[in-house]
């Protein structure tokens, strides 16, 4: 069976993908049209695609549930599935910062005291990054508005994806470490990518074209 599945992500990053895959020749409209249903199938080109949440693209494909996924590198960097990056698709680009309230008059985070408390819903990118640092935080782990955080005496300092910088400008909050550069990428099951090889080559290429005629 030839079919190829990907697992692509419900919500901000579906547009955009929508727009790529339409300049590959590939069908977004199919996604557009139908985007209320969790599978869909391309039976032309024989693709289906599975709508997943952001996070549990990584676990499709490590699992086989999926050949192929399209995630952000943040999901990628904090899950650290077993699955291998084929190319960067140049949208959903954003900054992991670390940020700290402007009153602090901090600018890196080796001023940071020892034992900071720093809130995040990446616990491992953080832990990672601070101990690359040689400094000792403890990591809070929040589901989303991290940047209520050091407002409400939570934590000292926060690790999260800025994209215009308008929510930490709103917060009071300045970034003074970046942590990882973010963007959308095409992730494969190592496995299937070589089984498959022949059906997902001639897919990366379209992609592939698509992005340089971008100019990406
Ligand atoms: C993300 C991120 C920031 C915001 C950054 O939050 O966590 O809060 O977007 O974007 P900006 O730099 O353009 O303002 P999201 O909207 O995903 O919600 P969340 O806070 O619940 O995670």
């Known amino acids: 069976m030839d079919e190829l599945i990907i697992a692509v992500p419900k919500g901000r990053l579906l547009g955009p993908l929508m727009d790529l895959w339409e300049g590959a020749g590939l069908s977004g409209e199919l996604l557009r049209t139908q985007s209320r249903r969790l599978v869909i199938v391309d039976g032309e080109r ?20 999926a050949d192929l996924g399209v995630v952000g590198k943040d999901v990628l960097l904090e899950e650290g599935a077993d699955v291998s990056e ?8 954003c900054q992991m910062v670390v940020a700290v309230p402007k009153e602090r008059g901090i ?20 832990r990672d ?64 990518y070589r089984v498959k090889l022949a059906r997902i080559q001639p897919l990366v290429d379209a992609l592939s074209g698509a992005l340089e005629r971008k100019g990406a």
């Open 129 to 192: 990054y601070f101990s690359r640092q040689g400094l000792q935080v403890e990591v809070i782990k929040l589901g989303g508005s991290i940047e209520l955080g050091p407002m409400v005496g939570l934590a000292e300092a926060i690790v999260d994806i800025t994209e215009t910088g308008g929510t930490l400008l709103a917060n009071d909050l300045e970034p003074i470490a970046q942590v990882a550069a973010i963007s959308a990428r095409l992730i494969v099951n190592p496995i299937r």
């Open 46 to 65: 024989k693709l289906k695609y599975i709508l997943a949440k952001p996070g549990d693209v990584p676990t499709y494909v490590e699992y086989g549930a």
């Open 107 to 126: 600018t890196r985070v080796d001023q940071l005291d020892y034992n900071s408390r720093v809130a995040t819903k990446y616990p491992n990118i953080a």
């Open 86 to 93: 084929l190319l960067d698709l140049d949208f959903g680009r």
